[in-house]
């Protein structure tokens, strides 16, 4: 797998060897917030592995800390922080301590990307906690003598997927990936955007959002015309991620239950690519409990 960068918004992932027996799985991330006391590191450190053991790679859409504790934060409650992130140098730690957990993953890593948690960072603390967590997890890749480099995604942006098929034939699958907007969506979980992103994104296959930490897929069929003019039917998937970050916790109290959130799923999605009759069958998975 090659990964490149073609503008500030898109990426570009090739599979040149994809033959009879072929598959790849992708680990789609969003909502980590793995910096949060509430986040379940064991469990987002089991898709990690997971991801490995199935031989595959990983991207993350934003919000991957959490990062609320800055001096001029407005949201800062120091009772939300990590116990080894209590320090002068908060930003700093909680980015230390982002690379070593990271780093045995890193060298499977296509992308990060950032949420409104490293927006508002920047923002308010003036750091860019998703560029230098990039920095430092390629300066470990370098070291190692790794030839791969993790590529610095946006809040939205597009990863195209380019397959060599049989040595001969190509086929691209484009996703589409946006962090999120608006609030938890408690009714429609997100699903009347996802219709309007379908009437805009006519060309991606797949279309993946974050934010609202609900988790589903949905599969819109769709009815097209080739441009050799042969009718044709496919599947545009779209999938929410919830992430890692359980805020309501035993429901006794706290920023979500005081706003009267529900309890909300934890995990993540796969995209996975399968060889299907000298062509590339993609679909999306669930990984959420």
Not at 38 to 46: F, G, K, N, V, Y
Not at 73 to 79: A, I, L, S
Not at 116 to 137: C, I, M, P, Q, S
Not at 141 to 164: A, D, P, Q
Request: contains cysteine; aromatic residues 10%; negative net charge.
């Amino acid at each position: 797998m090659e990964i490149e960068r073609n503008s500030s918004a898109v990426l570009t992932a090739r599979f040149p060897d994809v033959a009879q027996g072929w598959e790849h799985w992708v680990l789609l991330r969003s909502d980590a917030h793995h910096d949060s006391p509430s986040c379940d590191r064991a469990l987002e450190e089991q898709h990690l592995k997971m991801m490995v053991e199935r031989d595959g790679s990983w991207a993350d859409f934003g919000d991957l800390f959490d990062a609320m504790q800055g001096k001029f934060d407005p949201r800062r409650n120091y009772d939300e922080i990590r116990p080894e992130d209590r320090c002068q140098k908060y930003y700093d730690s909680i980015g230390d301590h982002a690379a070593e957990f990271y780093e045995p993953y890193a060298d499977r890593c296509l992308m990060l990307g950032t949420g409104n948690h490293e927006t508002a960072t920047l923002k308010n603390g003036n750091t860019d906690l998703t560029d230098r967590l990039v920095k430092a997890l390629n300066t470990q890749l370098k070291e190692r003598g790794s030839g791969h480099e993790i590529r610095m995604g946006g809040y939205g942006g597009w990863v195209r997927f380019l397959f060599t098929i049989n040595k001969t034939k190509g086929r691209s699958i484009l996703l589409k990936y946006m962090h999120g907007a608006g609030g938890t969506a408690p009714v429609t979980k997100g699903i009347i955007q996802t219709n309007r992103q379908a009437v805009f994104l006519p060309d991606a296959n797949v279309v993946i959002n974050g934010h609202n930490h609900q988790g589903y897929t949905l599969p819109l069929a769709r009815e097209r015309v080739s441009r050799g003019g042969k009718q044709f039917k496919d599947i545009q998937w779209h999938g929410r991620i919830p992430g890692y970050k359980d805020d309501y916790g035993d429901g006794g109290g706290g920023f979500a239950v005081e706003k009267g959130h529900s309890p909300n799923p934890l995990g993540a999605l796969w995209l996975h690519f399968q060889y299907v009759r000298d062509g590339v069958k993609y679909k999306l998975e669930t990984e959420i409990e």
